[in-house]
């Protein structure tokens, strides 16, 4: 299922959130950019300097208090197939293409039960 993420109603980029853990509220996937990914990707990069996924670096505190700040001040939305918002209470995206090859993940809490009532749904 399609998982478009939105600031401002410009496509950030979208993901099917393909793993869930619903007892937890959370859905990560695959995150294709969009057109409007550039306006948030500094933000997103911040966290992938302050917190470097190599065994020995170490994290950069004052960075991911900024990039905590930066993120949450976006307001970013994330809305299902059918154009209906998910209200989400944190949504982050792995961006470390910077620094490796790869894709980047979106990562969203999601306490809407309702939407887990119909992601879980059988059938």
């Given at each position: 299922?399609r998982?478009?993420?939105?600031?401002?109603?410009?496509v950030?980029?979208?993901s099917?959130?393909e793993?869930?853990e619903?007892?937890?509220?959370?859905?990560?996937?695959?995150f294709r950019p969009?057109v409007?990914?550039?306006?948030v990707?500094p933000?997103?990069r911040l966290?992938?300097?302050a917190?470097?996924r190599?065994d020995?670096?170490?994290?950069?505190?004052?960075k991911?208090?900024?990039y905590?700040?930066?993120?949450?001040?976006?307001?970013l939305?994330?809305?299902?197939a059918?154009?209906q918002?998910i209200p989400?209470?944190?949504?982050h995206i792995?961006d470390?293409?910077?620094?490796?090859?790869?894709?980047c993940?979106?990562?969203?809490?999601i306490?809407?039960?309702?939407y887990?009532?119909?992601r879980?749904?059988p059938?």
């Amino acid at each position: 299922m399609r998982h478009t993420l939105k600031l401002h109603g410009i496509v950030v980029g979208w993901s099917d959130l393909e793993r869930i853990e619903p007892d937890v509220g959370r859905a990560w996937g695959r995150f294709r950019p969009g057109v409007g990914y550039d306006l948030v990707q500094p933000i997103f990069r911040l966290f992938a300097e302050a917190v470097p996924r190599s065994d020995n670096a170490t994290r950069d505190e004052a960075k991911l208090e900024r990039y905590y700040k930066s993120r949450d001040a976006l307001a970013l939305e994330l809305v299902d197939a059918s154009g209906q918002r998910i209200p989400t209470s944190a949504i982050h995206i792995a961006d470390y293409r910077a620094v490796e090859s790869g894709d980047c993940e979106l990562d969203v809490l999601i306490a809407d039960v309702g939407y887990w009532s119909r992601r879980t749904a059988p059938g």
